[in-house]
């Protein structure tokens, strides 16, 4: 930026400044966050000392008071991990209330809910085993990772005084061997401080969070020992809890501190709206003068019973949400609009921005989504846009700043063509998105396989962006199915490519080769095939099943993979060939797929339309080539006699969970729906039901009790 541009640049922020304080401070309104009011300040604040001879007595600025690195081992979690759906709003919090009326069938459900602090920490899981005397001894600390697997930062975690190294429980004989304790690990702000005066300026932590995580992942606890670690315990596992006949999450909350586990006290409880309201307030105001970050609060049914019966969706528990604080917006300069190609051929438009800091993390890139939002918008390349960060999803776009527009800013056109492969852009009636049609574009090849190694498909950890656009371009793979056949000196003539890389990407390889079904479903990149339609389909076809043969590596060497000589042994297990994937969903009619509880129309099409491709058909053979298996689902076998039923779930049943009752229909092909309608096929009701009851018999729908229902599935 030369003199001329700075000068123009610093009297648009001066003014753009001043307008907002004036709204805020005599008007008494907010038009954007302090944060972002802050942004400006600081860009003209370095535009000044850049260029000293324009700072005027009247700035803003001359007013006082102006208003998996790989290193550390894999473990995986004794459960899987699941994450808070975060809500931003009382509106979010009144939704959250009426799905759980709904899913419960209650309607005059008022939920009392338990509420914790959020810490702004790092999640990690203590776990424990069951040795002599029916004491639980420390074994060792895992983070959340992927949610499947984690790191073990035993070593660090450790180091933390407060963590007892063994646990003594009341005498309970069904305790598990086993018992994991969920805790959010932090770093006091005040030890931050001591920390970053110790660090050259290059490598200080940004927040207490980033420390804390830096911290854990220390190969050296001698590090840890010096940083002063801190945790909160907050849960543990299901069965634990159920054998020690903890009823509510207060009770859990007390029972942890009892045996001597850390936690954060100042949980409240709260029964209404206005309750959470005001505590909302309440810690939002006090949250600077805390001794540790947090970022809202965590909200919990606090009756366990209702938990078990809400249940969890594939990825967060529909009885707790995480009410977070704002989410902090910041200024930035967008410096160009890039499009980037989806596995599918969606074009995304993003914008390329000035760097700037949000939630710890530098951001350069923000979405845009589509034609439409940047029409709406009028965002425009040299425009300063408001950039909001809402925990780890995508930075998004807000608004624009248009009193910061310069002259030379222009209307952005979305261009004709594809960016890769220069194909004409189409975009199908009724939808917001360009695609790219080429079935050949590289950008959608390099698209399809990243997902195809995503941690939710076949998981190939080391098989990053850069890696595959080298074996690409390289020729080294040209469908996904050539990973699977990739060896030592294919991997060690690629740049950054050593032995010890080239091992631990072998080993992730050839551990990939056996895959639940459901995952390589996914895998294949099927529009409108997400994790759930592809476990849907995992579960309901009725897949042929039989014994296949596996050949695992004992060692995978990269010198015994260059020379022949890597030790292999054969498994047998139960499973789907490839080639039968491929022939199964080929001979699959549109009536069939429609059967299917929860697969539509769209899905239906994408399904269909897909196996047609040639190319598509030959990959399965391919897989199978390569000695990849698809292990057997869950449920797979079971007979779908409730296909087309629908059931409706009232009371407490005698010896099944709501959630145990809802899986063995689900199982079955059937549906399970929160409300009686005509459509209702049947009523399954149990102690204490409620209206649900009562709008069966006016509607004369079938009303079965659990021995009827354990009749019905077990064919009697």
């Known amino acids: 930026?030369?003199?001329?541009?700075?000068?123009?640049?610093?009297?648009?922020?001066?003014?753009?400044?001043?307008?907002?304080?004036?709204?805020?401070?005599?008007?008494?309104?907010?038009?954007?966050?302090?944060?972002?009011?802050?942004?400006?300040?600081?860009?003209?604040?370095?535009?000044?000392?850049?260029?000293?001879?324009?700072?005027?007595?009247?700035?803003?600025?001359?007013?006082?008071?102006?208003?998996?690195?790989?290193?550390?081992?894999?473990?995986?979690?004794?459960?899987?991990?699941?994450?808070?759906?975060?809500?931003?709003?009382?509106?979010?919090?009144?939704?959250?209330?009426?799905?759980?009326?709904?899913?419960?069938?209650?309607?005059?459900?008022?939920?009392?809910?338990?509420?914790?602090?959020?810490?702004?920490?790092?999640?990690?899981?203590?776990?424990?085993?069951?040795?002599d005397g029916g004491i639980y001894h420390y074994k060792r600390a895992v983070t959340r990772g992927n949610g499947i697997e984690g790191e073990d930062v035993s070593h660090t975690i450790k180091t933390i005084q407060a963590i007892p190294l063994t646990l003594r429980f009341p005498k309970k004989k069904d305790l598990p061997s086993f018992l994991e304790i969920s805790g959010e690990v932090y770093m006091p702000k005040a030890s931050l401080l001591k920390v970053n005066r110790?660090?050259?300026?290059?490598?200080?932590?940004?927040?207490?969070?980033?420390?804390?995580?830096?911290?854990?992942?220390?190969?050296?606890?001698?590090?840890?020992?010096?940083?002063?670690?801190?945790?909160?315990?907050?849960?543990?596992?299901?069965?634990?809890?159920?054998?020690?006949?903890?009823?509510?999450?207060?009770?859990?909350?007390?029972?942890?501190?009892?045996?001597?586990?850390?936690?954060?006290?100042?949980?409240?409880?709260?029964?209404?709206?206005?309750?959470?309201?005001?505590?909302?307030?309440?810690?939002?105001?006090?949250?600077?003068?805390?001794?540790?970050?947090?970022?809202?609060?965590?909200?919990?049914?606090?009756?366990?019973?209702?938990?078990?019966?809400?249940?969890?969706?594939?990825k967060a528990p529909r009885w707790a949400r995480a009410y977070k604080f704002p989410a902090e917006q910041k200024t930035a300069v967008i410096e160009d609009i890039h499009l980037q190609v989806g596995r599918t051929g969606a074009i995304t438009p993003v914008a390329i921005l000035t760097p700037t800091l949000i939630s710890g993390s530098t951001v350069t890139r923000a979405t845009l989504h589509n034609e439409d939002e940047i029409e709406r918008l009028d965002v425009r390349i040299g425009d300063t846009v408001i950039v909001r960060k809402a925990g780890d999803v995508i930075p998004e776009i807000v608004e624009v700043m248009e009193n910061l527009r310069p002259k030379s800013a222009k209307p952005y056109h979305f261009p004709k063509n594809c960016p890769h492969c220069a194909t004409v852009l189409e975009r199908p009636e009724g939808e917001a998105v360009h695609r790219c049609p080429n079935p050949d574009c590289g950008a959608q090849e390099q698209q399809r396989v990243e997902h195809f190694v995503s941690r939710y498909a076949f998981n190939i950890e080391g098989l990053g962006s850069e890696t595959i656009e080298e074996l690409l371009k390289n020729g080294l793979i040209t469908n996904p199915a050539d990973i699977f056949t990739l060896a030592a000196g294919d991997l060690m003539e690629l740049p950054l490519f050593k032995e010890k890389k080239t091992e631990n990407l072998l080993r992730n390889i050839d551990r990939a080769k056996s895959v639940p079904l459901d995952r390589l479903l996914f895998a294949l990149g099927i529009r409108h095939v997400g994790r759930e339609t592809a476990e849907l389909l995992a579960r309901r076809i009725a897949w042929p099943v039989k014994t296949l043969t596996v050949e695992e590596q004992e060692s995978v060497s990269a010198q015994a993979s260059l020379f022949g000589g890597s030790e292999r042994k054969t498994v047998s297990v139960r499973g789907v060939a490839p080639s039968d994937i491929g022939k199964m969903l080929s001979a699959l009619k549109p009536e069939e797929l429609d059967k299917l509880t929860g697969v539509g129309t769209s899905h239906v099409e994408s399904i269909l339309s897909w196996i047609e491709n040639p190319d598509h058909r030959k990959l399965f053979e391919a897989l199978e080539d390569a000695g990849v298996v698809a292990l057997q689902p869950e449920g797979s076998q079971t007979p779908q006699i409730f296909s087309g039923k629908t059931f409706v779930l009232t009371g407490t049943l005698p010896m099944l969970s709501r959630d145990e009752a809802r899986a063995m229909i689900k199982d079955r092909g059937g549906k399970v729906s929160g409300s009686v309608s005509k459509k209702t096929d049947f009523v399954l009701a149990g102690g204490e039901a409620g209206s649900k009851l009562d709008d069966a018999k006016k509607l004369d729908v079938k009303i079965i009790d659990e021995a009827e229902f354990r009749k019905m599935v077990e064919g009697k």
């Not at 648009?12 to 805020?24: C, D, G, H, P, V």
């Not at 809500?87 to 009392?112: C, T």
């Open 1 to 131: 930026m030369n003199r001329q541009q700075a000068s123009q640049r610093i009297e648009k922020l001066r003014k753009e400044i001043w307008r907002l304080n004036r709204a805020y401070f005599i008007e008494n309104r907010t038009d954007v966050s302090e944060d972002v009011r802050d942004s400006l300040k600081q860009e003209l604040i370095a535009l000044e000392k850049e260029f000293p001879n324009l700072v005027t007595p009247d700035s803003p600025t001359q007013r006082v008071g102006a208003p998996l690195d790989g290193r550390l081992p894999k473990v995986a979690h004794l459960r899987p991990k699941e994450s808070l759906q975060d809500a931003f709003s009382e509106e979010e919090i009144l939704d959250w209330f009426d799905q759980m009326r709904r899913a419960l069938g209650k309607e005059s459900f008022k939920p009392e809910l338990e509420a914790e602090l959020k810490i702004d920490g790092l999640n990690i899981s203590l776990v424990y085993e069951k040795k």
């Open 198 to 314: 110790a660090l050259p300026e290059e490598e200080k932590f940004a927040n207490p969070r980033n420390a804390a995580a830096g911290t854990v992942r220390q190969l050296d606890p001698k590090v840890a020992e010096t940083r002063d670690l801190r945790i909160f315990c907050y849960g543990t596992d299901r069965e634990t809890v159920d054998a020690l006949e903890i009823r509510t999450q207060a009770e859990l909350m007390k029972f942890l501190d009892s045996v001597d586990l850390p936690t954060e006290r100042n949980w409240k409880i709260v029964t209404s709206l206005e309750g959470i309201r005001s505590l909302y307030e309440e810690v939002k105001k006090k949250r600077d003068k805390l001794p540790f970050d947090i970022d809202g609060l965590v909200l919990k049914v606090n009756d366990r019973r209702l938990q078990h019966d809400l249940g969890s969706t594939a």
